[in-house]
């Protein structure tokens, strides 16, 4: 499926240009008028602070949809505020610095991705307990470990898939290691100077890459892609209020959303995968994959219920965290825990056809 001519319009059109222009292509399929569907920008946009280009993303100009609907999604800054109400902001750290998260998720027994230690120029530690602040000490933690095969590096305070670097170990006499998503080889030396940066203080989470279950690996094999689960703990009590699969490009080593992968939402009951949704005001919907041509919709996830079992006790054990955005890659031996995220991306409502009001209705 090629997704360049799609790619261009968007590209070619301003934004005022494209609500323009979908506003009076919805009217013309049979949706609201487009008096009515201005009249009911401007005041979303007046009263509650939702722009047109919302208005069209979440497809508001469906016929039917309740008032109620619509003025139950909050802008960025009103649900920022929610949020930290559910997790105070003094706590949400615990999760968002990588290293803490992953001792949390290792003490209290949560499957994630094997530690494998921290990379820094100066406080770095591997996981046996000896320094890791250079090539050699890397170097060296790698020979003495030969089944330390695959590795990702995570920026310690790091976010939306920046700074993610994923390596095959090469021993073919010399020590190497090739980029797993060029396919490039480099010395260890090279690898921290020239692709991590180390001498200029960044901070590295190592872990074991990630092989997940055949079933997710046919979507597209480069990413490890994986399920994003609301889930919350309140007075002792767990529960999963949504899902959407998340899959990444050909080529891609990353699921983000930011870096183009594809949405899938989720049948809550049986974890049936359902259809693909563009998150813009095109309304975009897919049933395969845009390189591959994989088809994706209609297949199911193995290790559905344990994913979701998983979410809700991940969530637990977090102190002062009520809600989170667990991101979930599933495996040949079941699901493990990437990270939590305590302020997940607000636009999830839109994946799940939900307003924040009704997502949120369980913990006000």
Not at 121 to 147: E, H, I, W
Not at 246 to 254: C, D, P, T
């Amino acid at each position: 499926m090629n997704d360049k001519p799609m790619e261009n319009e968007k590209k070619s059109q301003s934004t005022l240009a494209g609500v323009i222009g979908q506003t009076r292509r919805r009217a013309r399929e049979g949706h609201l008028s487009v008096p009515r569907q201005l009249i009911e920008m401007a005041v979303l946009k007046l009263v509650y602070g939702l722009g047109p280009g919302h208005y069209h993303t979440a497809r508001y100009w469906r016929k039917g949809l309740p008032w109620r609907f619509k003025t139950g999604f909050w802008p960025y800054a009103r649900y920022r505020r929610f949020v930290a109400t559910l997790n105070p902001p003094v706590y949400q750290k615990l999760s968002q610095n990588k290293i803490s998260e992953k001792a949390l998720l290792q003490l209290l027994n949560i499957p994630s991705p094997r530690f494998v230690g921290r990379l820094h120029s100066r406080y770095g530690v591997s996981f046996a307990g000896g320094p890791l602040t250079s090539a050699g000490d890397l170097q060296q933690l790698l020979l003495a470990n030969p089944g330390l095969d695959r590795l990702c590096f995570k920026l310690v305070e790091g976010y939306g898939g920046r700074g993610f670097q994923a390596i095959q170990c090469i021993r073919d006499g010399e020590l190497t290691v090739e980029l797993l998503d060029t396919g490039r080889r480099l010395s260890v030396p090279d690898f921290l100077s020239g692709v991590l940066d180390i001498g200029a203080g960044t901070d590295y989470l190592i872990e074991e890459y990630i092989t997940q279950h055949p079933q997710l690996a046919s979507l597209n094999p480069s990413s490890v892609n994986t399920l994003r689960v609301f889930a919350y703990c309140k007075d002792g009590e767990t529960a999963v209020m949504d899902a959407f699969l998340r899959v990444g490009r050909r080529g891609s080593l990353v699921d983000n959303t930011s870096r183009g992968a594809q949405i899938f939402r989720l049948d809550r009951q049986s974890g049936v995968i359902g259809q693909g949704l563009g998150k813009d005001i095109f309304n975009e919907v897919f049933e395969n994959h845009k390189d591959s041509g994989e088809r994706i919709t209609g297949r199911n996830l193995p290790f559905w219920h344990e994913s979701l079992e998983l979410a809700q006790r991940t969530v637990a054990v977090f102190p002062n965290i009520m809600f989170a955005g667990l991101d979930i890659a599933i495996t040949a031996g079941g699901p493990v825990v990437i990270e939590m995220n305590v302020e997940p991306d607000p636009t999830a409502a839109i994946t799940f056809d939900r307003s924040h009001a009704e997502i949120f209705a369980c913990l006000k």
